[in-house]
């Protein structure tokens, strides 16, 4: 039985996941208490087997939209009433198995350690990986790291992440973006900007064939066109904050040299 948390929890938006959800949630609740699975307007019957596994189990949660907001509105829904509870640091995971839970307790203690940092997983594909996922995120890590100044941000559009919730329901709530796909790379790069550190973990990624129960609602045209917005959109938000991000950036370097001095 794990011990439950009173300031770190699990995070799950779900919409439609398909069968692997089961095994998110399996996993996730034998190496942490508690986790929170947040039902998106799912329409397949997902929901009615998470209500009845959350009334057997008390560490995990379900807190289900009435309409589909999409997987950024999703994961604000319960990180605020995270915070309202008194939770301080949230990780969020994917529904559909492609995120390793057996990192959890990992992403967790990097993030006890620095707890002003965003934890980032950095995925790592294998062979069944679509070419199209691996190579296609490379613009927007490029784009990512020009509008940080190459803060360190390991992977822009990867969902599995430790942040802490205060800074980031702040840079939520104070923008109407971020509420579809365009959540993981926004708020890395708005945390970036307001001085949130990332960490990166190198984490291995599975894709399912659809005969496995693999079930993906990325949109190619969709998503890409909301990304490539969501990026020249920040583009502007840069070269406002670019005097800022360069003083800081320097003042980052100065402060290693210094450090590898000693
Ligand atoms: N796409 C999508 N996902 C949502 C939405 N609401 C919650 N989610 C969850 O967000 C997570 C990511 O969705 P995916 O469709 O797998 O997107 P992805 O992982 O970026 O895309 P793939 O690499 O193709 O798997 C999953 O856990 C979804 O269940 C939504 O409105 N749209
Ligand atoms: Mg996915």
Redesign the pocket.
Known sequence: MTERSSTHLVI??????GPK?REVVGEARALWNPVWV?V???TDGSTDWLQEQARNDPGLRVLVLPR????G???LHGLQQAAAEGFTHALT????G?HPAALIPRMFELSRRNPDAMILGRPVFDASA?RA?VYGRRLSNVFADLETLWSGIGDS?Y?FRVYPIRPLCAVMEGHRWMR??DF?PEVAIRLCWRGVRPINLDTPVR?FRADEG??????YVR?NVLLTSMHLRLLGGFLLRLPMLAYRRLGERVSTDTKSAA
């Open positions: 799950i938006p779900s919409y439609n996941p959800v947040v998106d307007g799912s589909n907001s999409g997987k509105a999703a994961v995971m994917d529904s559909d492609q679509p996922r559009l969902g579809r796909m993981d894709y693999g079930v993906s609602h990325f949109h998503d």
